[in-house]
């Protein structure tokens, strides 16, 4: 650091960051304000019914999405605070992304990344299909997953 002696440097222990939280009244708190639940009542019924789908097809066949989303812009949801306090209202920009591959891992589709613009600017003039990317982009109004998106 430029002008500052190294003896001048701030010294602090392992648990400097713990003792000054503690007298200062900080505690990290988690900004509630929308909550989910997952209702685990029918599981045993639904892996019942999707063995009896499955039984028929050898496991390379059997494939598995899962989709994710990424929300670049979406404020923290927790933080450093003497007191609880209310949380900010989401930023519901976001890039889904979806993966998928066989029962077996032997065979891996390219990602689809599906977001709101038709032609993003960080892509330039490249094509928006798989090329030395190896991803596939699409795009729709709210950047979910669609049936045509899926179909394709």
Request: hydrophobic residues 35%; charged residues 25%.
């Amino acid at each position: 650091m430029s002008g500052i002696e190294p003896e001048q440097f701030l010294k602090c222990s392992n648990g400097w960051l713990a003792s000054f939280k503690r007298q200062h009244g900080l505690k990290q708190h988690t900004f509630h304000g929308e909550a989910g639940a997952v209702k685990e009542t029918n599981i045993e019924q639904a892996r019942t019914h999707l063995k009896a789908i499955t039984d028929g097809y050898h496991p390379c066949d059997i494939f598995n999405m899962d989709k994710t989303g990424l929300f670049g812009r979406m404020p923290p949801d927790r933080g450093l605070a003497t007191h609880r306090m209310s949380g900010l209202k989401s930023e519901k920009t976001r890039l889904s992304y979806t993966f998928t591959v066989n029962a077996l891992g032997t065979e891996r589709l390219p990602p689809l990344i599906i977001g709101k613009s038709a032609r993003p600017i960080c892509f330039g003039r490249k094509s928006l299909r798989i090329g030395p990317y190896f991803y596939d982009y699409w795009w729709t109004k709210k950047a979910w997953m669609t049936g045509e998106i899926f179909d394709q």
